[in-house]
């Protein structure tokens, strides 16, 4: 039985009222009111939504107590009259800046990769509920020559008195092609967030992809890492497996000097991540969010249904990120754990019944006993196994929409935290070292909307929490 087009709702995930979510933008804390904004096309889901591209806006106290309070501002003007595209958030004062990049599309015979794309940053300043007026910082004009006119998403921040700016960009190859062109990230510098100049352009030794989206740049634990969304990375068997990567290098050198890029890894290894955004919240923690979807997937959302009344997508619970034995670690935040109740030991073999299918496992294997195989089914529609090394999510076809496998290498497996909520998967594995998020669609029975999750795992301590909904989620519905 599907459940209705409210059904699939998430408990505790951010999604859109209705309409077409995607990546997080804007994300900060401002004087103890946490901000998160997104991609957003009311009303109408699927990628071209009737509405161009804006900015839906959640915010609150907390992480767990966020409210939907719209959209802040509307595509409407000649500087961003296709899209207000993504971007990021600096909080100063008495004001956060937003910067995003305004989307403009002439009219005429363009192929809008080398002709007749306007990409332009724009600042507007808030202080959390009035939004200013539209400022546009840099054009085409701006962007060095070789640049297609794909240029976009700024992150911006600070270091004593200077303000940095990085953009993605396509840079056009020998062919204009996407077998030639290549991704690289552009820095620009500023005395006042207002007036910028170009610093720098950075890419990798070897090219990687044709497109580098959504950059973001930031230290933890004494390392520079670059974070980015390649496009165009040949498919492996067991790397780049979605149709776009998100992931990060590893920076050595400084910004004003030599800069080298090193050791890709990805982010996630689900079929559902792509434009994650990180920030430093007034706790000090780095926290990191995800768009739970993937552009141009050759997979879809039933959700979407009825055609013009749905939803689509949603975000990542907050990750905070730290740097442990040479890589990054991502874990759901703590306060996530208030949303737990009914914890209940599971027996290795087996299982427990999640009202609106919520729930929230940790899994410890003995020491010693992180090779051995094992598998846990979630209701009829997903199931996690390990076997010879390899954690593997494979999704029914009945669930699936077109996702059916996703696997990686992972040498030993000691401890899992699985995330799940009605029709998302979040698997964390070694405490954040690798991370699979996907979206699957299991069939719901009864009142209660039960998913049954099994699990067939040997030398296991299993504990399995039921999930409150979030309040932000209730007040959606
Ligand atoms: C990534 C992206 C960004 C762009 C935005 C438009 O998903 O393509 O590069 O700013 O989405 O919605």
Same mark, same amino acid.
Not at 204 to 207: A, M
Not at 246 to 250: A, D, E, K, L, V
């Given at each position: 039985?599907?459940?209705?087009?409210?059904?699939w709702r998430l408990q505790?995930?951010l999604?859109?009222?209705?309409?077409?979510?995607?990546d997080?933008?804007?994300?900060?804390?401002?004087?103890?009111?946490?901000h998160?904004?997104f991609?957003?096309?009311p009303?109408?889901?699927?990628p071209d939504?009737?509405?161009?591209?804006?900015?839906g806006?959640?915010?609150?106290?907390?992480?767990l107590?966020?409210k939907?309070?719209?959209?802040?501002f509307?595509?409407?003007?000649?500087i961003d009259?296709?899209?207000c595209?993504?971007?990021?958030?600096?909080t100063?004062?008495?004001?956060?800046?937003l910067?995003?990049?305004?989307?403009?599309?002439?009219p005429?015979?363009h192929?809008?990769?080398?002709?007749g794309?306007?990409?332009n940053?724009?600042l507007?300043?808030?202080?959390?509920?009035?939004?200013?007026?539209?400022?546009?910082?840099?054009?085409?004009r701006d962007?060095?020559?070789?640049?297609s006119?794909?240029?976009?998403?700024?992150?911006?921040?600070?270091?004593g008195?200077?303000?940095?700016?990085?953009?993605?960009a396509?840079?056009?190859?020998?062919?204009?092609?996407?077998?030639?062109?290549?991704?690289?990230?552009?820095?620009?510098?500023?005395?006042d967030?207002?007036?910028?100049?170009?610093?720098?352009?950075?890419t990798?030794?070897?090219?990687f992809?044709?497109?580098?989206?959504?950059?973001?740049?930031f230290?933890?634990?004494?390392?520079?890492?670059?974070?980015?969304?390649?496009?165009?990375?040949?498919e492996?068997?067991y790397r780049?497996q979605?149709?776009?990567q998100?992931?990060?290098?590893?920076v050595?050198?400084?910004?004003?000097d030599?800069?080298?890029?090193?050791?890709?890894?990805?982010?996630d290894?689900?079929f559902?991540?792509?434009a994650p955004?990180?920030?430093v919240?007034?706790?000090?923690?780095?926290l990191?969010i995800?768009?739970?979807?993937?552009?141009?997937?050759p997979?879809?959302?039933?959700t979407?249904? *009825?055609? @013009?009344?749905?939803?689509?997508?949603?975000?990542?619970?907050?990750? %905070?990120? #730290? /740097?442990e034995n +040479?890589i990054?670690?991502?874990?759901?935040?703590?306060e996530?754990?208030?949303?737990?109740y009914?914890?209940?030991p599971v027996m *290795?073999h @087996?299982s427990?019944?999640l009202p609106?299918?919520?729930?929230d496992f %940790?899994? #410890? /294997?003995?020491e +010693?006993?992180?090779?051995?195989?094992?598998?846990?089914?979630?209701g009829?529609?997903?199931?996690?196994?390990?076997?010879?090394?390899?954690?593997?999510?494979?999704?029914?076809?009945s669930a699936?929409?077109?996702?059916?496998?996703?696997?990686?290498?992972?040498?030993?497996i000691?401890f899992?935290?699985?995330?799940?909520?009605?029709?998302?998967?979040?698997?964390?594995v070694?405490?954040?070292?690798?991370?699979i998020?996907?979206?699957f669609?299991?069939?719901?029975?009864?009142?209660?909307?039960?998913?049954?999750?099994?699990f067939?795992?040997?030398?296991?301590a299993?504990?399995?929490w039921?999930?409150?909904?979030?309040?932000?989620?209730m007040?959606?519905?």
């Open positions: 039985m599907l459940k209705d087009r409210k059904g505790y995930h999604m859109p009222p209705d309409g077409w979510l995607n997080p933008n804007g994300l900060c804390q401002f004087q103890g009111i946490y998160i904004f991609q957003y096309s009303n109408t889901p699927g939504g009737r509405f161009a591209r804006t900015w806006h959640y915010a609150g106290r907390d992480l107590h966020l939907y309070t719209g959209v802040p509307w595509p409407t003007d000649p009259c296709n899209g595209y993504s971007g990021s958030a600096l100063e004062g008495d004001h956060i800046r910067y995003y990049t305004g989307n403009v599309k002439e005429g015979n192929d809008y990769t080398y002709s794309r306007q990409a940053e724009i507007v300043e808030t202080d959390g509920e009035n939004f200013g007026e539209k400022n546009c910082l840099l054009t085409n962007y060095p020559e070789n640049c006119c794909h240029v976009r998403d700024p992150k911006v921040w600070k270091e008195d200077t303000y940095y700016m990085i953009l993605g396509r840079v056009k190859g020998p062919d204009l092609s996407a077998d030639t062109d290549f991704g690289e990230v552009l820095f620009y510098q500023s005395d967030g207002v007036h910028w100049n170009f610093l720098k352009a950075l990798s030794e070897k090219r992809g044709y497109m580098w989206e959504c950059p973001d740049y230290c933890l634990g004494g390392k520079t890492f670059l974070s980015l969304c390649p496009q165009g990375l040949p492996e068997e780049y979605n149709i776009y998100s992931g990060y290098f590893t050595e050198g400084s910004l004003n030599a800069q080298c890029l090193h050791d890709f890894r990805e982010w290894y689900g559902d991540f792509y955004q990180s920030f919240d007034e706790r000090g923690r780095r990191f995800g768009w739970v979807g993937m552009p141009d997937a997979y879809a959302n039933p979407a249904e *009825p055609a @013009g009344k749905g939803w689509e997508n949603c975000l990542t619970v907050p990750r %905070e990120l #730290s /740097f +040479g990054i670690h991502q874990n759901p935040v703590e996530l754990k208030d949303l737990r009914d914890e209940t *290795p @087996g427990m019944i609106d299918g919520a729930g %940790e899994i #410890s /294997f003995l +010693g006993t992180g090779d051995l195989d094992w598998s846990i089914c979630f009829d529609g997903a199931v996690l196994s390990y076997q010879e090394d390899v954690l593997r999510l494979t999704i029914s076809d699936g929409f077109g996702r059916k496998e996703r696997k990686v290498i992972i040498p030993d000691e899992l935290r699985i995330l799940v909520d009605s029709s998302l998967l979040e698997i964390y070694n405490d954040g070292e690798y991370v998020t996907s979206r669609y299991p069939a719901y029975t009864g009142d209660h909307q039960n998913l049954n999750v099994r067939s795992c040997d030398l296991a299993v504990t399995g039921k999930m409150k909904t979030m309040e932000t989620n007040n959606l519905v």
